[in-house]
């Protein structure tokens, strides 16, 4: 979620989120609407599996008080914090709300307009989520992956001749590209395990753990001065990384 990060904490956050990532806030309020009808009018199985755990998450993972609690002990990463708001049933909610309030309601022309009424107001609130779908396009780049992050793949797979190539990244977002890029390499944890690269005894001793094939870093990174004395030459380069062998 480019620009926003948990780490603001707060409502400031959650709001941003829902605007960028929710429907609209009719849709929104619908479902709030349909989850106090649930505990008003639903059955105790209803309420069970969809409300009250729906105000668990909401008074505890989605509570910004308890935000960064979560953040701090690593229960859940700052910039995917948005993801979670995904985990709560909107659609089963408002059907299952619509349905308990309809059943309150004698059968006929009463049950018959809370319908009618609630496929109208759901059937407007859509429209921005059907126009949005059909914006969506397939983009160029299938993989979406940095161009500099294929180039050294590329070369680690189709130049140097090794099988599944144990490969270390000190880049966190060229670890995750990598995995979707490309299932031919197999990505270490070397820069994952809080080892201080400015620490050249605990880097070394990493180094003697994992013994990845190649590794990849940022030109001015402290790594960068310190493979070459641990037995890794330098091979390939991009304008901003630079390849090291494993001898």
Not at 33 to 51: H, K, V, W
Request: aromatic share 14%; hydrophobic share 45%.
């Amino acid at each position: 979620m480019t620009g926003y990060s948990a780490y603001e904490s707060g409502f400031s956050f959650l709001q941003k989120t829902v605007r960028l990532y929710e429907e609209p806030g009719v849709f929104l309020l619908i479902a709030a609407c349909a989850l106090i009808l649930t505990i008003m009018f639903g059955m105790q199985s209803g309420r069970l599996f969809l409300a009250f755990p729906t105000i668990f998450f909401l008074m505890t993972v989605l509570n910004p008080f308890v935000l960064p609690v979560f953040i701090r002990n690593g229960s859940v990463s700052g910039e995917e914090y948005y993801r979670l708001l995904w985990l709560i049933p909107y659609g089963l909610i408002i059907a299952y709300g619509i349905i308990s309030l309809a059943y309150r309601m004698k059968k006929g022309l009463p049950r018959n307009l809370v319908y009618a009424a609630s496929l109208l107001l759901l059937a407007v609130t859509a429209v921005p989520s059907v126009k949005s779908m059909a914006s969506v396009r397939p983009p160029a780049d299938i993989f979406m992956t940095d161009e500099q992050l294929q180039m050294v793949c590329n070369y680690i797979i189709d130049e140097t001749g090794y099988d599944d190539p144990m490969v270390a990244f000190d880049d966190a977002e060229f670890r995750l590209g990598a995995r979707e890029y490309s299932a031919a390499l197999k990505i270490s944890h070397l820069f994952e395990d809080g080892r201080d690269t400015q620490d050249t005894a605990s880097f070394s001793r990493s180094l003697t753990i994992w013994r990845p094939d190649f590794i990849v870093v940022r030109k001015e990174s402290d790594a960068a001065g310190l493979l070459e004395g641990e037995g890794y030459p330098a091979v390939a380069y991009t304008d901003d990384y630079l390849v090291y062998v494993r001898k």
